[in-house]
């Protein structure tokens, strides 16, 4: 069982930053498959960045340039540095991790206002 907690979130301003942390239970964390997903009202939710175990990174095409995941194995955290935000990134943004199965944090609300 993998717990993931997310925190970080807020309200912004447009152009604003903000940095994501989810802490993520475990000893195999270094192991884990880390990622970051987002959800806006009324949509799916879809993929915004990904860490493998290895320490690659990929983004989706709408946050590359703009947001940076990282990961801190001895802290068992992984971390979404959100610059330049725009309204469109607002949304709950989930932690992602994948060990034996897919876990999921609870979320953590990010708005931007224009």
């Known amino acids: 069982q993998v717990l993931l907690v997310e925190s970080g979130g807020g309200l912004v301003q447009t152009g604003g930053s903000l940095r994501l942390s989810c802490a993520a239970s475990g000893r195999t964390f270094s192991s884990y498959t880390m990622g970051w997903y987002r959800q806006a009202p009324g949509k799916e939710r879809e993929f915004v960045a990904i860490?493998?175990?290895?320490?690659?990174?990929y983004y989706a095409d709408s946050v590359q340039g703009r947001f940076t995941m990282s990961r801190d194995n001895a802290k068992n955290t992984v971390y979404l540095q959100m610059n330049s935000l725009k309204p469109g990134d607002t949304a709950i943004y989930y932690c992602?991790?994948?060990?034996?199965?897919?876990?999921w944090g609870q979320g953590t609300q990010v708005t931007v206002s224009s």
């Open positions: 860490a493998s175990s290895g320490g690659s990174t």
């Open positions: 992602y991790a994948n060990w034996d199965r897919d876990y």
